[in-house]
């Protein structure tokens, strides 16, 4: 009897939470509800390097490969430009091999950062892949864009 209360307590709180995320964002700056922003996408096997323009309001995903289970992840290096703001980051696991499979452990996912174009400057994002306790030992990998806001 208590199990089935706490499972149903649970589902309850996921269906809560899942309920708010898909709400519409409220009206801001006279721009529609509806009115998704524009988004660029940016990956690292194909986008390090890169000097990109963005309209203000427009987000940036940077969307890299990553593998938590081993301690490492990406984090913004130095200061985040001026003419960014980070919205969000989180992680997304693979997929399962087959489907109905399980998750699978060690297995590389993705971490995804969002940024927003705030104002108008110019400066480089760099992102670096690392332990968060090995300060001293230099970054696996590194990740860099420099962003120009119009």
Not at 21 to 36: D, E, K
Not at 77 to 87: D, K, M, Q, T, W
Not at 139 to 146: C, D, L
Request: proline share 7%.
């Amino acid at each position: 009897m208590r199990w089935g209360l706490v499972a149903a307590s649970l589902f309850l709180a996921a269906v809560v939470i899942w309920g708010i995320g898909g709400m519409p964002a409220a009206n801001h700056g006279g721009r529609s509800a509806s009115a998704a922003p524009a988004t660029l996408t940016l990956t690292s096997e194909k986008d390090d390097g890169r000097t990109i323009s963005l309209a203000l309001g427009t987000l940036l995903n940077a969307d890299l490969a990553s593998n938590p289970t081993t301690g490492f992840q990406w984090s913004v290096a130095g200061a985040l430009p001026s003419c960014l703001e980070l919205v969000s980051t989180h992680g997304v696991a693979p997929a399962p091999a087959k489907p109905g499979g399980h998750d699978l452990v060690g297995a590389p996912g993705r971490q995804i950062f969002t940024f927003r174009a705030v104002r108008q400057g110019t400066g480089a994002l760099r992102l670096e892949y690392r332990r968060s306790w090995e300060k001293e030992t230099p970054p696996a990998k590194i990740f860099t864009v420099t962003v120009g806001v119009e």
